[in-house]
């Protein structure tokens, strides 16, 4: 069982649509990071948080520790955020995946 | 630009062949990882260095040997690899293993074994 679960595994949007991506963790962590991947397969950071919320343009997420969870919001989403989007909580020392969500977001 | 520099970006091998990936980042990072990431899984971690030296080894197979002569560079050296090996690869860096710092990534080397 992954330590780490994601969901939904698979989204598709209208472009402008608000989108919500949701992780669930079972394990003690530090940290947590939100990654994006697109199809070239480079993966880039979007957010690594403690606590509460960090916005970034479209992009916010939210952290609640005590319950395990973690949420990505994308305002106006495009088609340009089409990716696959993977959480990553993490210690000092560990770092553990989800699966990841396929956005694809349709013009 | 990601300041994680993977190259070759694709490789086809067949498996009697040898060949090496290498990863290079110019982020003043002292530790770097390899992670392999197979379809519809999680990223898996294989190595570890920090300060050059090897802090983890996932238990991965022999045929999958690292390197890392700096701080900067990091090699995964590839011989008699299997069918199942077939994946994408992917280095990243960060300030130093243990103090809480995000990932770097670079743009990963995808392998086909044939």
């Known amino acids: 069982k992954n330590e780490v679960e994601q969901s939904p595994q698979n989204l598709t949007a209208q472009e402008g649509e608000f989108i919500t991506i949701n992780c669930s963790y079972s394990?003690?962590?530090?940290?947590l990071h939100w990654l994006q991947q697109h199809p070239g397969g480079g993966i880039v950071s979007l957010f690594m948080?403690?606590?509460g919320k960090k916005k970034h343009g479209r992009l916010i997420a939210t952290i609640n520790i005590q319950e395990k969870h973690s949420s990505l919001h994308i305002t106006a989403s495009h088609p340009r955020d089409s990716a696959v989007y993977i959480c990553a909580p993490h210690t000092g020392n560990q770092f553990y995946f989800g699966t990841g969500t396929s956005l694809t977001v349709i013009p | 630009e990601t300041g994680v520099t993977q190259t070759p970006r694709h490789l086809v091998m067949g498996m009697t062949n040898k060949k090496s990936l290498k990863c290079e980042q110019h982020?003043?990072?002292?530790?770097m990882y390899w992670y392999k990431q197979s379809a519809k899984k999680p990223l898996e971690l294989m190595f570890v260095y920090n300060f050059k030296e090897q802090t983890e080894n996932n238990s991965v197979p022999s045929r999958f040997s690292p390197e890392c002569p700096n701080s900067s560079h990091l090699f995964l050296h590839l011989h008699t690899l299997q069918p199942e090996d077939s994946a994408l690869y992917l280095c990243?860096?960060?300030?130093?293993?243990?103090?809480?710092?995000?990932?770097?990534f670079g743009n990963g080397t995808r392998l086909t074994v044939t």
């Open positions: 394990v003690g962590i530090s940290a």
């Open positions: 948080l403690s606590s």
């Open positions: 990243a860096s960060s300030q130093g293993q243990g103090d809480n710092s995000p990932l770097h």
């Open positions: 982020l003043g990072h002292n530790a």
